[in-house]
């Protein structure tokens, strides 16, 4: 799998918006999110990297970020999953930032990411507990 930075690839804000629909954990509780405030985020560069993952034979196959924070996000699109992609990229991009401490938020429910990142060596060191004030 090949890494584009965001900036380089012509459709990124609608193939990041079209991950963004395919989300399903935590569906119900999340409202979806609008072209224009979709946009604005993408615009205001929230992430240190942020790249959309290209098969070799030239598909979109998804997108990963990383935090300035050191935080990764991986996301592949449901029609591209359990092809390796996701291992490959993160490979690369572990590969890339060598000798730093990387983390993941991963909801408990995403039984596929967890798997993921634990066979990449990613252990669980922290339980992030939240509570909703308005009910
Ligand atoms: C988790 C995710 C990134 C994995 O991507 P992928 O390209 O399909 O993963 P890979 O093919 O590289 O698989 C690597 C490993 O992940 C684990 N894994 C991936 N999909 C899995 C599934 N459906 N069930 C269980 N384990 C799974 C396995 O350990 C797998 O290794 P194996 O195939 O040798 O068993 C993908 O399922 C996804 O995008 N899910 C949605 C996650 C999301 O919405 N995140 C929020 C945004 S940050």
Redesign the pocket.
């Known amino acids: 799998v090949k890494l584009y930075t965001i900036d380089g690839v012509a459709n990124s804000k609608e193939l990041l918006y079209k991950l963004l629909n395919?989300?399903?954990?935590n569906i119900s509780s999340r409202e979806m999110l609008s072209w224009d405030y979709h946009c604005a985020f993408v615009d205001s560069s929230p992430y240190e990297e942020w790249y959309i993952l290209v098969s070799d034979e030239g598909y979109a196959?998804?997108a990963m970020y990383l935090t300035r924070m050191n935080e990764i996000?991986?996301?592949?699109?449901k029609a591209?999953?359990?092809?390796?992609?996701?291992?490959?990229a993160?490979s690369h991009l572990m590969e890339r930032h060598k000798g730093k401490r990387l983390l993941a938020n991963?909801?408990p429910m995403?039984?596929?990411?967890i798997?993921?990142f634990?066979?990449m060596g990613f252990s669980i060191i922290q339980v992030t507990m939240g509570y909703s004030c308005d009910h």
């Open positions: 395919e989300r399903d954990v196959v998804g996000g991986v996301q592949i699109f591209a999953q359990r092809k390796g992609y996701a291992r490959a993160l991963i909801n995403d039984e596929p990411s798997k993921l634990v066979s």
